[in-house]
Every structure is written in structure tokens, then in C-alpha cells.
């Protein structure tokens, strides 16, 4: 079969070194690059921890570093600490020092113009796997107008229809950048939503978290450890049994599309200043009668998903 050719965002990030796990796995996939942004933490370290987890998964593609902070949102001062510490201050639930600095270097390029080569010289339509704010999308749509008929789909994991994580109605990735989420969300290529709705679903228990180590060698290992902390916010603060994998699924389904249950809506990003700025506003009985614009996944199979992991995990025993 021939392999779909990907690109990769990422705001590496726990749940996004879950997926690059995953891309490492995939033998239908053929990863271009892989561009970095704020989110999780600051750009200088998403970017080191993006190189330091391609090493050690063994992945070898560019990796260029792209926004420092949204389109009209002012900078992040991650010196400070931020609210809620999902990540840690690395970014890798303080022990990516544990892994070994990486020999594998950034690209002179700055991520779009990275992506606008990639995609421009590749013979089919590329995926774009976003898992992080879509800003460096967006600059790419905006810079590249010409590649947008390049681009196959768009998968992105954020939003929700229902709920948020960073407030009430708003989802880290499309809040970090509502105004990037909205030029990507408007545009025509085709995209799917893995919002939380269906993320939530797909957590990892403590027990299974140890299974990691026992399948996974130093990787595994290094994966469990790393999602301690995330796990125990996750089980004090949304009473979950265990740690969420966000960014896993969209990658899953881009190679096994059962992996989660995915429904066409129009959607609409609100942009007015406020509580509600960021929500992904989802018309699940279009009572605006607009047409549809953004497929939506609606449910996940966790079980399913975690296997993905597991295989992904025996190749590093
Ligand atoms: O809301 C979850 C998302 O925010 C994930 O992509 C996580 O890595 C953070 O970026
Ligand atoms: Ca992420």
C-alpha cells in the first residue's frame, strides 16, 4: 500500500510525545517534517523536547521550530510557571533530562517555510496531524494561500463540542490561538475535529501505565514516568481513572479510522473577548442552518487505541 504522506505539529508535550510513539509505529505513514510551537511550554523547549523525543523513538525527519506565541494573543511568560502545570516545567513531566541531549538539529527553516517545501515537492496531497495551537497552520495558509489544494485534510486535535479544559466552554489548543483555530477552521480543505468529547475518553490507568514499562524497555519506562504527574491532575481534577492521550488519537485514526466515531457539524470558533473566547461552537442540530464545515469526533475507543500504543512499544522491548 502506499504511504499517506504526513505532516506533523506538535507542542511536545506528554500527550504529543504519545503520538509521535505512535507516527513512529506507523509503516502506512510517511512523516515529511514535523514543525514546533508554543503551547504546553515555551517554543525554545517544545522544540528541544521534539528533537529529544524523535531521537529516542528513532524517527528521523526535519523538525523546524515555528510560532513563539499566537496570532493576537500576547506571549506566554512560561519563566513564571503557568496556572495549571499539566506538563511540567520541561515540558516532559521533569525528567526529560533523563533522556540524552539530542544529535538531531533544527532546520534553518522557520516551520511554514519548512512545510510550504515539503508539501510543495511531494507527489500527492499531504496530511497535516496538528496537535498543539494552530497557529503555524494558520501563518502557512496565509503565507502558502497557493499549497492549500496540497493539503489533503486537516486533523487537529482540540476544541470541544461540549466543555473545556482551560475554561469553561474552551478547549489549550484552539484558547492558546482562537484567531489561528478560526483561518483554519474557515478554510476549504477538509478537517476533523478530535476535540475533547473524544479525548476524554481515552485515558490510561495507573495499571496500564506500568504495562508500558514492562512491554517498553527505556521508552516505556521513560513514557510512564513522565505521565506521573499528568496523571495524578488528571484523576484529582476530572476525576478520570487515569492520564488522557490526547494527541494520540488523531494519528490512530488516520490509519485506522475505527478507532473513533467521527460526525460532519458546522462549527464556528468564537473570537469575541471574553469567557467564551476560543470555543469551538458546534451546531449539533444545526439551528443555524449553515452548511457544514468540520467532521467531529463524537466517540473513541480507548481500549483500542491503547493497544496502538502498546504495539508501538514492543519494538523498543
Ligand atoms: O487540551 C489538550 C491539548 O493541549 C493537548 O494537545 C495537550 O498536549 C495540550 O497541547
Ligand atoms: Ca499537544
Known sequence: ??????????????????????????????????????????????????????????????????????????????????????????????????????????????AVDLMAEKISKCHKKVTIVATAPLTNIAIF??????????????????????????????????????????????????????????????FITDEERNQMKEIGGNVGAFLCDSLDHYAMLYQTIAGLPGAVLHDSLPMAWLVDPTVAEVKEFPVEIELTNGITKGCTVTDVWNREGKKTNVKVAISAKREQLLKMHFDALTKFA
Not at 496565509?142 to 482551560?166: C, D, H, R, T, W
Not at 483555530?181 to 476535540?195: D, E, H, L, R
Request: aromatic share 6%.
Open 1 to 110: 500500500m502506499a504511504k499517506i504522506p504526513v505532516w506533523m505539529d506538535v507542542d511536545t508535550g506528554l500527550d504529543d510525545a504519545l503520538a509521535l510513539l505512535l507516527a513512529s509505529n506507523c509503516k502506512d505513514v510517511d512523516i515529511l517534517g514535523i514543525s514546533t510551537v508554543f503551547g504546553n511550554q515555551s517554543s525554545d523547549k517544545t522544540a528541544y523536547n521534539t528533537l529529544k523525543m524523535c531521537e529516542f523513538l528513532g524517527i528521523s525527519v526535519p523538525v523546524a521550530v515555528g510560532a513563539r506565541k499566537g496570532l493576537l494573543e500576547p506571549e506566554i511568560d512560561y519563566s513564571k510557571g503557568l496556572e495549571m502545570d499539566v506538563h511540567g516545567a520541561d515540558g516532559l513531566g521533569n525528567i526529560g533530562e533523563r533522556l540524552p541531549e539530542p544529535k538531531l538539529k533544527l532546520s534553518d527553516l522557520t
Open 141 to 202: 495558509l496565509l503565507s502558502y494561500p497557493e499549497l492549500a489544494e496540497k493539503v489533503e485534510q486537516i486533523l487537529f486535535m482540540g476544541g470541544a463540542m461540549y466543555g473545556g479544559n482551560i475554561k469553561p466552554t474552551v478547549e489549550a489548543n484552539i484558547g492558546h490561538d482562537p484567531e489561528a483555530a478560526a483561518i483554519v477552521i474557515n478554510s476549504p480543505i477538509p478537517k476533523v475535529m478530535f476535540g475533547l468529547d473524544a479525548t476524554m475518553q481515552c
